[in-house]
């Protein structure tokens, strides 16, 4: 299974004014892992899960990282 989220280390001139941001990322979504929606997909239980999460289907659920926290979500 492939992760949507993606982490690199850009370069860090020594010239460079500003603070250097170690590690930037980037997620991708994960429709884009899929080749088709298979039938059966599994679904939230209740209509409020599903609004909370903004999908009907689990396996679509892309979660938003806080990006000042600097953890890989797992």
Known sequence: MHSQ?????????????????????YS???????????????????PIQAL???TLWPQLYSPYPDPHKGVKPK
């Open 5 to 25: 989220f993606k982490y690199w280390k850009p370069y860090v001139s020594p010239f460079d004014p500003c603070k250097p941001i170690l590690v930037k990322s």
């Open 28 to 46: 991708t979504p994960p429709q884009l892992y899929m080749n088709f929606q298979p039938i059966g997909l599994a679904q939230f239980q209740s």
């Open 52 to 54: 909370k999460h903004g």
